[in-house]
């Protein structure tokens, strides 16, 4: 999938602008004549720029009959939006009942549900995303220290 630069352009300046009204609350630093807000907003500079030079280019290559949206083949097909709306859909599933099922099991079931439509085999799916699952809770819990929601696992863990 190819978005023409235009529409790239066009994004990146609307972010441009969201992240400089953003900075207008960013504290003046006392005895001098910047403040916290100067290196965000000349960022902010940047990708405007950036993206005035991607729609003049978009622009360019529209006129030699380029398309707003190149769809690839994947993007055609059934199969690729399937698999993003299981990927969205997961995200949005962690997010609603993380807390009250746990990490362990809402991420074993994320990881699982994508490995399955992905691969389809489900001894190994099933297999990986319990491996999987659990080097994440180690890694998070225990090296990095956040604390992951128990949820239905607490009664057997303390």
């Known amino acids: 999938m190819r978005f023409n630069d235009a529409i790239i352009g ?7 602008l969201v992240a400089g009204y953003a900075t207008r609350d960013f504290p003046q630093i006392p005895g001098q004549s910047y403040g916290a ?6 960022l902010c500079v940047g ?23 190149d769809l ?23 997010i609603l009942v993380s807390e009250s099922l746990g ?13 399955l439509r992905l691969r389809g085999r489900w001894i190994s ?8 699952t659990m080097v994440i809770h180690q890694i998070f819990y225990k090296l990095l220290l956040v604390p ?11």
């Open 37 to 42: 807000a100067l290196f965000p907003r000349l």
């Open 47 to 69: 990708f405007a720029v950036c993206g005035l030079l991607l729609i003049a280019s978009g622009m360019r290559q529209r006129a030699t009959a380029g398309a707003w949206l």
């Open 103 to 115: 990490f362990i099991p809402t991420a074993f079931l994320m990881t699982a549900s994508l490995l």
């Open 10 to 16: 066009l994004v990146l300046i609307v972010f441009a």
């Open 125 to 132: 799916s099933l297999a990986i995303a319990a491996m999987v």
């Open 148 to 158: 992951l929601p128990w949820g239905v696992l607490e009664p057997l863990v303390f």
């Open 72 to 94: 690839d083949d994947w993007a055609r097909s059934f199969s690729g939006p399937l698999t993003l709306a299981i990927t969205i859909g997961g995200m949005v599933f962690y």
